[in-house]
């Protein structure tokens, strides 16, 4: 098997409140919509902190349940996916490979590799 088949796309849907993708290696992928939704790297969701430049509080937006709960998903080129979110966001691209990376199922936790 070619090792592109782990990080290209064979069908993407939205179940509940995970973002669900199907690998072109047979794999399958569920996302729960939280955690995703908190890795958002959009400039909005990273907090740039320019707003509450004097606070001390960390830069951890206030968001509403339905920020959390994805409502489509739509891929990017042939590298990345974007999720819409309950709350209208939808700027951040989550790319494939460090979706596969992330993985949270069993078999690719164990497979996992010790950080660092
Ligand atoms: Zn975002
Ligand atoms: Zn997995």
């Known amino acids: 098997m070619s090792s592109s088949d782990a990080t290209r796309v064979r069908d993407l849907m939205v179940v509940g409140g995970d973002v669900v993708v199907v690998w072109a290696d047979g794999h399958e992928s569920y996302f729960p919509g939280e955690p995703l939704r908190r ?37 990017v080129g042939n590298y990345g996916l974007q999720v819409t979110w309950g709350d209208g966001h939808g700027y951040g691209i989550y790319t494939l490979a460090e979706l596969r990376a992330a993985c949270p199922c069993a078999a690719c936790r164990a497979g996992a590799a010790p950080a660092g």
Do not use: N, Y
């Open 39 to 75: 890795a958002c790297t959009c400039a909005e969701c990273k907090g740039e902190g320019h707003l509450f430049g004097r606070a001390t509080l960390p830069v951890v937006k206030q968001l509403r349940p339905e920020a959390f709960v994805p409502v489509a998903a739509a891929l």
